[in-house]
C-alpha cells in the first residue's frame, strides 16, 4: 500500500483514443490498413495539398453512434466538426478536424469493478477527429522523417469524468473500455499498433478538501502496466512536491517507460491557442431518429449484461463469468462449447479458465487463434460425461487436440485412451492385483482402509490407466469384504 | 481597438510569421484600422440569433466507407521540398 | 463589333469557319504580344494538344457540346494536373499541381481548351490584383480614359487577370472566384459579365481555399448568354465537396429569351447611399429606367444591416483564411525557406518570405479573431450579423424578383492610389459583400462609361439557386443596350 492513501487523495481522467474500425479514413478514401510503406496511404486529402476537402466517412459516424448506445449517452444528432489549429509536422493541414461543443457523444457511464464493489465512472463525451501522422525521429541528416499514412484515421476521443481515485481503478475502467470497443467491434483494441491509446489527467488533493488540485497530462501510456506504473510514479511526484512546499505545475508530462518516470514535454510547454471554429468545409451533422435505431438494433448484448446472464442463467461463480466475459470471443467460445455438450456449464467453465487458458496464455495466443475449437472440446466433455475417458485420459485428449493430432474420437482410439467399463475385464484385473498385493490386501481386512487408494492404483496402473476408477474401487471393496 | 506591439507580437507568433521589430508599428497601426472597422459589431444586439457557419443550412453529407484511394506518393513527393525513403523531412522535432 | 462572343465561337466552331487549333494559335498570339501582364503561367503546349483533340472530336462526332474547341482562360486559384498553380503568391511560385479542379475538369471533359492561368491578387485577397507576388495588372481601359491620364488603372481583384484577358481579346471567356467581390468587381472594372453563382453549385475541390464558406467560382464572359454557357459546363454536384449542392443540373441558357415584362426591381436604399460616385449612380439610374422601358416595376426596398455586412466579412473571411493557410508550411510542397536553425523557424521564415503583406494582415486577423478571449465577440458574433444580413435577402425578396444597384462605388482607380490604405481598398466590396455571406447568386453587367470614359458595373442578386432568372434578366437587359460589346481596343482598331 502506498502512503498517498492516508493524507492524499487522487484524482485521475481518463482521454482515450479508439481507432475506429473502418475501411477507410475519416475525411478521404484512402485505406488505413497498419504496416504500409511510408506515405503509401496518404492521398491529396490526407497530405493537404492546397484546394482540397474533407468528406466524411458515414460508418465512423455509425460506429461512434454504437459506442454512444453502449454506454447509455445522449446521442448528440446535430453534433458539428470544428478545426483545432496548431503547427506541428504531423499535422499536414496545419489543424486537425476534431469537435468541440457539439461533440456526437454526449454524457454516459461506464461500470468498474473494485474492491469495495461496484464504482460508476462518468464518461463526459466521446468525439470523433482525425489522427495525426507520424514523426520518426531516426536519424536522416539529423532531420526528422514524417510520415502521413496514418494522418486522418478515423478516431473516438473518450473522455472520462475525474472519476477514479486510484491507479488501479484507471486500469479498471481502461481495461474494462478496451473490452466494450472490442464488444461492440468499433475498434480492434491493438494498443502496439496504437488502435487504443491513452493519457491521463492526474491530480492529487488532501484528503477532504473539494476543490481539484492542478493536475498534469500524462501521455504516451500505451499498455495498462505503463498506465498504472505511470500515474504511480506521477502521484508520488505530486506528492513529492506538495511535501516540500513546492506547487504543481500544470502541464503535459511524458510517460518513459524504459526509467520509469514522467518528464516534461519541452514542445508543448508553450501556452496553446488551438482556435478551434467550426469547419467551414464540413456543415453540421444531423442524424436521423431511424439511423440511431438501426444501429441500436445491431447492437450486441454488452459485457455487463452477459455477465449477469452468464450468473443468473447459466449458474456461473462471479469470478467465471466474470473472466468468461471480459472478452467477447471468449463468451462466445463458452456459449458455443456449452450449448453443444452434454457437460455442466461449470465444468465447460472449468475447461476454458483452467487447462484452456494456461495453453493459451503459454503459447501467447489469442482465443480466436486456439488451436482447439469449441466443438472439440464440446466433444471432448462429451466423452467425459459418457465415461470414455476418464479426468486424466481427457487431459491427455486435450494435450494431443492442442497438437493437432485429430479429432477426439481419433485420438482416443489411435491413443487406446478408451476407459474399460467391461466389469469382466476389470474383474480380471482386479482379481490379478489382489493375489498380487497379499500385504496390502491383508492391512485393508485388518481394517485400514485407506490402502484401499493403492490398489486402485495398481488396478489403473496395470489397465494403463483405462479402468474406470470407481467401478474398480467398488468391485475391489466388494472382492475383500 | 488599438493592438499593441506585444499582441501583435503573439498574434504573429501563432501564425507563424516573423514581423521585425522595426514593422511592429507597421502592423500594430493597419491591423488597428481593420479592428476599427470591425468594431461596429459590438453595438448591435444579438441576443437570440442563430449563428450562421454555412450560406445555406445545409447538412453534411457522408460517403460509404470504401477505399478508393491509390498509393500516389511519387506523384505527391515530386513537388516536396526534402524527402527520402519516402518520408518529408522536417528540422528535428522535439517532444 | 468589337467583341468575340463564345456564342459566336461555338457557331464559327460548329459550321467549320475556323479550327479550334486556329483559334487557340490566335489566342496565344495575342497573349504573347500583350502588356497586361493578366497571365502567370500560359499553357501553349497543352491548349494546342486539347485543341488538336477538340477537332478530331468535332470530325467524328455529331452532338458535340456548345463549347467543344473554344479556348479559354483560368484563374491561377484552379489546381490543373502538372500545370504550375500559383494563387499568385510567392510560396507556390514553383507549385506545379498534381492534380486537376473539379470545375476544370468538367469544362476540359465539355471539351474546353485551357490557354493559361491568369493573374490574380495573392490568394484571391485584394480588389486591385495589386498583392499578386507576379506584378500588377494593367486594366485595358487605362488607355481610355479622358481628361489626358495616362496612368494605369487597376483591372479589380482578386480575379483582375482573368478580367483584363477577357477585356483586352487575349481569350474570350475565363474563370474567377468571388469570395466578397472577385467575380464581379472586376468585371465592373472592366465592362465584362461576371457571375457569382449560388454558394454551392460549383464545386470547391481543387480551388484553393480562401475563405470556405464565402468562396464561389464563375463565369467572367462579354455577355449574359457567353456566362450561361461557360456555368453549364462549369456547375455540377461534386462529391468530394460537403458543400456541393446535389440538386439536378440544369441548362443555364433556357430562360434567357423569356419576357421580364413582369418583373419587380428591389432597389435597396443603401446601396445608393454616401460614398457612391455620382456619375456612377446617373449610370445605375439610366439602367433601371431601361429595365422600366421593358416592362419591370419598381419597388424601393431596405437591406437594414447591409452596413455590418463589411465588418461580418472582415471577421469571417480573414478567421477561415488564417486556418486555410496553415497548411502552407514548407513541409510537402511549396516555398521553403532556405536558412533557419529549428522547426519553428522553418515554419516561421518560410510563411514570412512566402506570403505577401495583404496575406500576412488577414491571417493575423483572423488569428487574433479566433483566439482565446476573443471568439464570442468577433467570430460568433460576425457569424450572427451574417444571419441577420441573410434574413435581410430573404425578407426582400418578398417584395422584389431581382435587387439592383451599383457593383462598385467607383470605377476602376489608379494603381498605386490605394495600395497603403487596407481599409479604403476594402471599402470597394461594400455592396458586393453581402450576397457572399448570404450565399446568393449575383452578377455585375456592363452599365456604361462614366464622364472619365470608364466602364461602370450594374449588380443584380436573385434568390438563392435562381441563376437561370438572374442570366434572364442580365440578357434581356444586352438586348437592348450595347454597353458590353464596347472593348478598350475600338480606339486601336485591332479587335
Not at chain 1, 469470478?319 to 467460445?333: G, N, P, Q
Not at chain 3, 425578396?397 to 481599409?423: H, L, N, Q, W
Not at chain 3, 442570366?471 to 437587359?477: D, T
Amino acid at each position: 500500500m502506498f502512503t498517498w492513501d492516508k493524507q492524499w487523495e487522487v484524482v485521475i481522467g481518463l482521454e482515450v483514443h479508439t481507432q475506429l474500425k473502418t475501411q477507410s479514413k475519416i475525411f478521404s478514401g484512402s485505406s488505413i490498413a497498419y504496416g504500409a510503406e511510408p506515405n503509401t496511404q496518404a492521398s491529396a486529402v490526407d497530405i493537404a495539398l492546397p484546394g482540397v476537402l474533407p468528406v466524411m466517412n458515414l460508418e465512423a459516424a455509425r460506429l461512434a453512434v454504437k459506442f454512444g448506445l453502449a454506454i447509455g449517452a445522449n446521442i448528440n444528432k446535430r453534433n458539428v466538426f470544428a478545426r483545432k489549429n496548431y503547427f506541428y509536422p504531423d499535422l499536414p493541414k496545419g489543424y486537425q478536424i476534431s469537435q468541440m461543443e457539439l461533440p456526437i457523444v454526449g454524457f454516459g457511464e461506464l461500470e468498474i469493478d473494485t474492491e469495495n464493489g461496484v464504482k460508476t465512472i462518468g464518461i463526459t463525451r466521446a468525439h470523433l477527429e482525425e489522427d495525426a501522422g507520424k514523426s520518426l525521429h531516426e536519424d536522416f541528416q539529423g532531420q526528422t522523417g514524417i510520415d502521413l499514412n496514418r494522418a486522418g484515421t478515423p478516431l473516438l476521443e473518450i473522455v472520462s469524468e475525474p472519476d477514479m481515485r486510484s491507479p488501479t481503478e484507471a486500469v479498471a475502467y481502461l481495461r474494462k473500455l478496451h473490452s466494450l470497443v472490442r464488444y461492440i467491434e468499433i475498434c480492434d483494441g491493438n494498443m502496439q499498433e496504437g488502435s487504443f491509446r491513452c493519457d491521463a489527467n492526474v491530480s492529487i488533493r488532501p484528503r477532504g478538501q473539494a476543490e481539484y488540485g492542478t493536475r498534469t497530462e500524462l501521455k504516451n501510456i500505451n499498455s495498462f502496466r505503463f498506465v498504472e506504473r505511470a500515474i504511480e510514479y506521477e502521484i508520488e511526484r505530486q506528492i513529492d512536491i506538495l511535501e516540500d512546499g513546492g506547487e504543481i505545475v500544470q502541464e503535459t508530462r511524458l510517460y518513459d517507460a524504459d526509467k520509469h518516470e514522467t518528464r516534461s514535454m519541452r514542445s508543448k510547454e508553450e501556452a496553446h491557442d488551438y482556435r478551434y471554429f467550426p469547419d467551414p468545409d464540413l456543415p453540421p451533422m444531423v442524424l436521423e431518429d431511424s439511423f440511431i435505431s438501426e444501429i441500436k438494433a445491431t447492437l450486441p448484448e454488452l459485457p455487463s449484461e452477459k455477465r449477469a446472464r452468464f450468473e443468473q442463467k447459466l449458474g456461473l461463480s462471479p469470478a467465471d463469468a466474470t473472466v468468461l466475459t471480459a472478452d467477447r470471443a471468449v463468451a462466445e467460445f463458452f456459449e458455443n462449447t456449452a450449448n453443444t455438450t452434454k457437460a455442466e456449464n461449470k465444468v465447460v467453465a472449468n475447461w476454458m479458465t483452467g487447462e484452456l487458458f494456461a495453453n493459451l496464455n503459454k503459447s501467447e495466443l489469442d482465443i480466436t487463434e486456439s488451436p482447439i475449437s469449441s466443438a472439440q472440446l464440446a466433444t471432448l466433455l462429451d466423452r467425459v460425461c459418457d465415461k470414455t475417458l476418464s479426468g486424466n485420459t481427457a487431459k491427455k485428449v486435450f494435450s494431443a487436440l492442442w497438437e493437432q493430432e485429430g479429432d477426439v474420437d481419433d485420438i482416443i482410439a489411435a491413443k487406446g485412451l478408451k476407459q474399460i467399463t467391461d466389469t469382466g475385464e476389470i474383474e480380471s484385473i482386479v482379481d490379478e492385483v489382489i493375489s498380487n498385493c497379499p500385504d496390502q490386501v491383508a492391512q485393508f481386512k485388518e481394517g485400514n482402509e485407506k490402502v484401499i487408494g493403492f490398489l486402485v492404483g495398481q488396478v489403473m496402473q496395470r489397465s494403463k490407466g483405462k479402468a474406470n476408477p470407481q467401478m474398480a474401487n467398488q468391485m475391489l471393496q466388494e472382492k475383500l469384504k | 481597438m488599438a493592438l499593441d506591439n506585444d499582441t501583435v507580437r503573439n498574434i504573429a507568433r501563432l501564425a507563424r510569421l516573423d514581423v521585425p521589430d522595426n514593422q511592429l508599428e507597421k502592423y500594430s497601426g493597419e491591423l488597428s484600422s481593420i479592428l476599427d472597422l470591425v468594431a461596429q459589431m459590438e453595438a448591435v444586439d444579438t441576443e437570440g440569433v442563430e449563428p450562421m457557419t454555412h450560406p445555406f443550412d445545409a447538412t453534411l453529407r457522408m460517403r460509404a466507407d470504401e477505399v478508393s484511394e491509390q498509393n500516389n506518393r511519387e506523384n505527391f513527393q515530386a513537388v516536396a521540398p526534402n524527402t527520402e525513403n519516402g518520408l518529408y523531412l522536417v528540422p528535428k522535432v522535439i517532444d | 463589333m468589337t467583341i468575340t462572343t463564345l456564342a459566336e465561337l461555338s457557331a464559327n466552331l460548329r459550321n467549320g469557319k475556323v479550327s479550334s487549333v486556329e483559334l487557340t494559335k490566335e489566342y496565344l498570339d495575342r497573349i504573347e504580344s500583350s502588356e497586361h501582364n493578366a497571365f502567370i503561367s500560359v499553357t501553349s503546349d497543352q491548349a494546342l494538344k486539347s485543341a488538336l483533340a477538340a477537332d478530331k472530336q468535332r470530325s467524328s462526332e455529331d452532338n458535340s457540346s456548345a463549347l467543344l474547341g473554344v479556348p479559354i482562360a483560368q484563374k491561377d486559384i484552379f489546381c490543373i494536373e502538372g500545370t504550375r498553380t500559383t494563387c499568385g503568391s510567392k510560396i507556390l511560385e514553383n507549385f506545379v499541381a498534381p492534380y486537376t479542379a473539379t470545375v476544370v475538369q468538367n469544362m476540359h471533359n465539355s471539351g474546353i481548351v485551357t490557354l493559361g492561368k491568369t493573374n490574380m491578387d495573392e490568394f484571391a485577397m485584394g480588389s486591385s490584383n495589386e498583392t499578386s507576388y507576379f506584378g500588377d495588372v494593367k486594366n485595358p481601359w487605362s488607355s481610355r480614359q479622358a481628361g489626358g491620364s495616362k496612368g494605369n488603372l487597376v483591372p479589380g481583384g482578386s480575379s483582375g487577370g482573368s478580367a483584363a484577358a477577357v477585356s483586352a481579346g487575349l481569350t474570350p471567356a475565363a474563370t474567377g472566384t468571388d469570395t466578397g467581390g472577385s467575380i464581379r468587381q472586376p468585371a465592373a472594372f472592366c465592362n465584362l459579365t461576371g457571375v457569382k453563382p449560388s454558394y454551392g453549385r460549383c464545386s470547391r475541390y481543387g480551388m484553393i481555399a480562401f475563405a470556405s464558406s464565402l468562396d464561389q467560382a464563375g463565369p467572367m464572359t462579354h455577355t449574359a448568354e457567353d456566362a450561361a454557357l461557360l456555368l453549364n459546363t462549369m456547375a455540377g454536384f461534386d462529391i468530394k465537396d460537403s458543400t456541393s449542392l446535389d440538386v439536378p443540373s440544369e441548362d443555364f441558357t433556357r430562360d434567357l429569351g423569356a419576357s421580364i415584362n413582369d418583373l419587380t426591381i428591389g432597389l435597396p436604399s443603401e446601396f445608393f447611399g454616401d460614398g457612391l460616385d455620382n456619375d456612377v449612380a446617373v449610370l445605375i439610374e439610366n439602367a433601371i429606367k431601361e429595365y422600366e422601358k421593358l416592362g419591370a416595376k419598381i419597388k424601393e426596398i431596405s437591406l437594414p444591416n447591409s452596413h455590418l455586412a463589411l465588418p461580418s466579412y472582415y471577421v469571417i473571411a480573414p478567421a477561415e483564411a488564417s486556418s486555410n493557410l496553415s497548411r502552407f508550411d514548407g513541409v510537402r510542397y511549396g516555398l521553403r525557406a532556405e536558412q533557419y536553425t529549428d522547426l519553428v523557424d522553418m515554419y516561421t521564415q518560410t510563411r514570412t518570405q512566402g506570403f505577401g503583406d495583404e496575406v500576412k494582415r488577414r491571417i493575423m486577423i483572423g488569428a487574433y479573431a479566433l483566439s482565446s478571449g476573443y471568439y464570442d465577440a468577433y467570430y460568433a458574433q460576425a457569424q450572427k450579423l451574417r444571419r441577420l444580413i441573410s434574413n435581410d435577402f430573404t425578407n426582400a425578396f418578398k417584395e422584389c424578383d431581382v435587387i439592383m444597384g451599383p457593383t462598385t462605388p467607383s470605377p476602376a482607380f489608379a494603381s498605386g492610389s490605394r495600395s497603403d490604405d487596407p481599409v479604403s481598398m476594402y471599402l470597394n466590396d461594400i455592396y458586393t459583400i453581402p450576397v457572399n455571406l448570404a450565399g446568393l447568386p449575383a452578377a455585375s453587367i456592363p452599365a456604361g462609361f462614366t464622364q472619365n470614359g470608364l466602364p461602370a458595373g450594374l449588380h443584380l442578386i436573385t434568390p438563392y439557386l435562381s441563376e437561370s432568372k438572374l442570366l434572364n434578366i442580365a440578357h434581356q437587359y444586352q438586348l437592348v443596350t450595347d454597353w458590353h460589346r464596347q472593348s478598350p481596343l475600338t480606339t486601336r482598331g485591332n479587335a
